[in-house]
């Protein structure tokens, strides 16, 4: 199996869907002859012709649009948004439109489109392009949302998304796309939407997390191992409809839950999944639900106070660590 990048993975997969299926377009600001911001799609154009991937103009609301006339037409678009802070001009048009077509008509309709952006802070992006945004999607009923925690990952649950009769939000942290490379399989690699992974058993706590927040959730494991600290790690990928199942398995398994995401704190989807294990699982805990996330500010440009803002692993110890003091 070939050892990808995340972007590498991402761009393997529109590859291979497009070659699969001829309704499969491509579309967005730059993804033609540049391929992308980030070279996400660098190359589709050339093998694929203009008409597959198509450049778009500054406008994200016709974006969005197109491509969901698109999918109503027949076709199965990936419409790209540079960054996820540019995605909210585009709101209307997933949250009113391709959100609802399938409940409007009684399920005569769907609307399959992939709407992708790059998320997430770390990258010293400042205001603009710095914003983890899931949870105002995965507020919106009708809207599948995913966030990928690696190359594998990504490339399996973009080809399922593509192939999915729903709207589908897919977020890729712009910090993990060249932070390393994994064996990636290729071609009908298909990975289920709405189905977490246990990415490391453990028997002590549960860190219940999702893209970039598995790399921290991982770092904090290693480092408590030395002090027989046995960190669970659950990773969700689909984070709306969240694998309640597989939370609760884990929880009951160890006792001890702690929520990791880059996003704001309040109002989170650490905050769902806590009221989740309130509500469900309350006599399985031996300890209160802890959360890791970003300060409820704005993501600043200067070095010093993005670290000050969003999370990491030294945070997630020490919340596994107050969470095993009960």
């Known amino acids: 199996m070939p050892q990808l990048t995340l972007v590498e993975a991402v761009n393997l997969a529109l590859k291979e869907e497009m070659t699969r299926d001829p309704r499969v377009v491509v579309l967005g600001q730059d993804v033609g002859r540049k391929g992308g911001v980030f070279g996400v799609t660098r190359g589709l154009r050339r093998e694929f012709g203009e008409l597959r991937v198509l450049d778009a103009p500054i406008a994200e609301i016709g974006i969005a649009g197109v491509a969901i006339g698109a999918a109503l037409a027949g076709l199965r678009p990936v419409a790209e948004f540079q960054f996820a802070d540019y995605i909210h001009p585009a709101f209307d048009q997933i949250a009113n439109e391709a959100a609802t077509i399938s409940y409007r008509s009684n399920g005569v309709w769907q609307c399959p489109v992939v709407f992708r952006a790059p998320c997430g802070a770390g990258v010293h992006g400042g205001l603009y392009h710095s914003q983890s945004v899931e949870a105002y ?3 919106v009923p009708g809207l599948t949302v995913i966030v990928p925690s690696g190359p594998a990952e990504a490339k399996g649950l973009l080809k399922r998304a593509i192939r ?53 959730a991982r770092q904090a494991a290693a480092a408590l191992e030395a002090d027989g600290v046995s960190v669970e790690i659950l990773d969700l990928r689909t984070v709306h409809p969240f694998d309640r199942e597989a939370v609760a398995r884990s929880v009951q398994k160890t006792n001890r839950a702690l929520i990791v995401h880059e996003a704001n704190k309040t109002l989170g989807v650490g905050a769902e999944i806590a009221a989740f294990l309130a509500e469900e699982l309350f006599d399985s805990l031996d ?40």
């Open 137 to 139: 999607y995965g507020h």
């Open 164 to 216: 999915d009769p729903n709207p589908v939000v897919f977020f890729e942290h712009k910090g993990s796309y060249r932070r390393e490379r994994e064996e990636v399989p290729e071609g009908e690699t298909l990975l289920p939407i709405g189905q977490a992974r246990i990415d490391r058993q453990g028997d002590d706590v549960s860190a219940i997390t999702y893209g970039i927040g598995v790399h921290w």
């Open 287 to 326: 300890a209160p639900v802890g959360r890791v996330a970003a300060r409820d500010c704005h993501v600043p440009y200067a070095e010093a106070q993005e670290r000050a803002i969003i999370p990491n692993a030294a945070q997630v110890v020490e919340a596994i660590r107050r969470t095993m003091a009960y």
